[in-house]
């Protein structure tokens, strides 16, 4: 893992961590349940590629995590990304991120304040699993 991937962790973390304020609404630890979606999904994805040889990329959680700040980011700036049609086409932890801004946006914006919520929204999975992958991506799109 180099240095950019660990600073891209350490952004995720931080994200995440702030949105703690959602484990104490009501009686559901939102965040919590919404980061169980995301590794189930990140493990049956991992198990998906047999051949793939995961040591030096980021962990399962991690990547969970990605996906957590990365959902709810993009449901601020993109209310109605997802409709109900979308259910069977994409993951359920969208619509739950969606769902979760839709009822709590105040709370998550405030815990978020001093975060740069468009970059969080373009986090990029590919960036902590194959650091070349992404920057040959990067340099694709700056050509088109």
């Known amino acids: ?3 950019e991937q660990k600073q891209i962790i350490k952004t995720i973390n931080q994200a995440y961590s702030k949105l703690e304020v959602l ?3 009501r009686w559901n630890a939102f965040r919590d349940d919404l980061f169980d979606m995301n590794k189930k999904d990140e493990i049956r994805h991992r198990k998906s ?8 990329v980021a962990s399962i959680s991690d990547c969970a995590k990605l996906f957590v700040v ?3 980011a993009e449901s601020i700036l993109n209310k109605s990304k997802y409709t109900i049609k979308d259910l069977l086409i994409i993951r359920k932890s969208c619509i739950y991120s969606q769902s979760l801004v839709e009822n709590y946006r105040e709370i ?4 978020w304040e001093s975060e740069n919520i468009k970059n969080l929204a373009n986090l990029d999975y590919i960036s902590l699993i194959d650091w070349d992958l992404y920057q040959e991506t990067l340099n694709n799109r700056k050509v088109a």
């Open 1 to 3: 893992m180099n240095k």
């Open 23 to 25: 484990n104490n609404i």
């Open 49 to 56: 590629f047999d051949n793939r040889n995961y040591s030096g």
């Open 70 to 72: 990365h959902n709810i």
């Open 108 to 111: 998550i914006e405030k815990a």
